[in-house]
């Protein structure tokens, strides 16, 4: 991923009820007004977060005029988290070898 | 509003079908520390690994890719206790960190199995910081956990 996009999708994360609106959307995709219901603000301000999630490649939204349903796109968060999970990502990695190390030392005993 | 996070906090916990003294080694002794270190598809040469496994003692391996690729992980042992745990200081490295430090907690479940815990605390550079203090880091890691 660009470091601008990068830039873009973490900027679109840093906001509570934008990464809430994420979580909500993790279950199945939503209407503007379902995904405005469980917050104290307009659907208005629901819709502006939704064009920033929608900039950061974080979200896709249907077509019809109406609803526009909202679903969320993976790939996007997917690599802001592993650009963060990259120092995890090396233990994962060492301790899945580890395993089968251990495995493999223990057969011949 | 938030407090200011300039450390990032990882866990892993795994349980081995294996004796703690056998994870122990596998964590202290080179030839076997060679065998598992690092991402699939990199090796670690014995002669580019120093284990001086006491506090203090300094922490080498240099991991080598099939393309020939070098990478090194280096750091100190703070604390050593035998068999079950061990602390490790890695310094700053490029743009990832300023620095982590390590706890690793081996604890024996009985009939030969064993919990390991690797426990880090990375401090963070300036940009990751900005997005820990935005309170991003745990609820991204939550998501992506939640996406599988």
């Not at chain 1, 979580?23 to 208005?44: N, Y």
């Not at chain 1, 819709?47 to 920033?52: D, G, N």
């Not at chain 1, 690599?79 to 070898?97: I, K, N």
Request: aromatic fraction near 6%; avoid cysteine; proline fraction near 4%.
């Amino acid at each position: 991923m660009a470091a601008d996009q990068l830039t873009t999708t973490f900027a679109a994360l840093a906001d509570p009820t934008r990464r809430a609106i994420l979580t909500r959307l993790a279950h199945g995709e939503a209407s503007v007004s379902q995904l405005a219901e469980p917050f104290p603000v307009t659907v208005q301000a629901i819709s502006k977060h939704l064009k920033v999630l929608e900039r950061a490649g974080l979200i896709a939204r249907g077509r019809s005029a109406q609803l526009r349903p909202s679903r969320l796109q993976g790939e996007a968060l997917k690599e802001a988290a592993d650009w963060l999970a990259g120092y995890r990502g090396f233990w994962e990695d060492s301790f899945d070898r580890l395993e089968e190390h251990l495995r493999e030392i223990q057969k011949g005993t | 509003m938030t407090e200011a996070v300039s450390a990032q906090e990882i866990a892993i916990t795994r349980v081995f079908d294996a004796p703690r003294e056998l994870v122990w080694k596998a964590w202290t002794e080179p030839d076997q520390l060679a065998r598992w270190w690092g991402p699939r598809g990199w090796s670690n040469p014995l002669e580019m690994i120093t284990l001086d496994v006491r506090p203090g003692g300094e922490f080498r391996v240099t991991s080598v890719s099939g393309e020939g690729a070098e990478m090194s992980s280096q750091g100190v042992f703070r604390e050593v206790v035998e068999p079950e745990r061990l602390v490790l200081e890695e310094p700053a490295e490029d743009a990832w960190h300023e620095g982590a430090v390590s706890v690793v907690t081996l604890t024996d479940l009985g009939e030969g199995r064993t919990e390991m815990v690797l426990q880090s605390t990375i401090q963070t550079t300036d940009e990751m910081r900005g997005h820990a203090e935005a309170g991003l880091t745990s609820s991204l890691d939550r998501l992506a956990e939640h996406l599988g």
